[in-house]
């Protein structure tokens, strides 16, 4: 059995991969996002807002894939990370994106909390990464990108 502070790390490695602690939760600010301006790369900056979720997403679910798979083959940076297109072909993508994204990070934060994973122990298919090395990644990626997120929302003249 693990013990209470092992449970509370695990708790607290979820709590921040939802987000809100440091930074607005991508939660908040997705339903804020005009369907119009999901492909408008503002002047001076590389990615549109669904480049960039595109990204986070991708980036998360290899992640994912890296930790959960012993057979896990690397994809290829930075080619297979980032849509050439701006903007979403449909608004099915959009929300099969956004589904997707969410569906994964539930299960990146099942694996965090499911005590047989063992937080430090270096997971086979890798280097040295560990599981909470994988999870830190993950929250920092996140907290990185909702940020420029809502920073071209703000550009775009479209949150706060």
């Given at each position: 059995?693990?013990?209470?502070?092992?449970?509370?790390?695990?708790?607290?490695?979820?709590?921040?991969?939802?987000?809100?602690?440091?930074?607005?939760?991508?939660?908040?600010?997705?339903?804020?996002?005009?369907?119009?301006?999901?492909?408008?790369?503002?002047?001076?900056?590389?990615?549109?807002?669904w480049q960039q979720f595109y990204h986070l997403r991708f980036a998360q679910y290899d992640i994912l894939e890296f930790c959960r798979n012993p057979n896990y083959t690397a994809v290829k940076w930075p080619d297979d990370y980032w849509p050439d297109e701006t903007k979403p072909q449909?608004?099915?993508?959009?929300?099969?994106?956004?589904?997707?994204?969410?569906?994964?990070?539930?299960?990146?934060?099942?694996?965090?909390?499911?005590?047989?994973?063992?937080?430090?122990?270096?997971?086979?298919?890798?280097?040295?990464?560990?599981?909470?090395?994988?999870?830190?990644?993950?929250?920092?990626?996140?907290?990185?990108?909702?940020?420029?997120?809502?920073?071209?929302?703000?550009?775009?003249?479209?949150?706060?």
């Open positions: 059995m693990k013990n209470s502070s092992d449970t509370l790390l695990r708790q607290q490695l979820v709590k921040h991969l939802a987000g809100g602690e440091a930074f607005i939760p991508i939660d908040k600010i997705i339903p804020t996002i005009p369907w119009e301006k999901l492909g408008v790369v503002p002047d001076n900056l590389p990615y549109s807002i449909d608004w099915q993508q959009w929300n099969n994106t956004i589904n997707t994204y969410f569906s994964e990070r539930e299960e990146l934060a099942e694996l965090i909390t499911d005590p047989a994973n063992d937080l430090m122990k270096p997971l086979p298919q890798g280097d040295g990464q560990t599981l909470l090395r994988e999870a830190l990644l993950v929250i920092e990626h996140t907290a990185y990108h909702t940020g420029q997120i809502l920073i071209i929302l703000r550009m775009l003249g479209e949150y706060g």
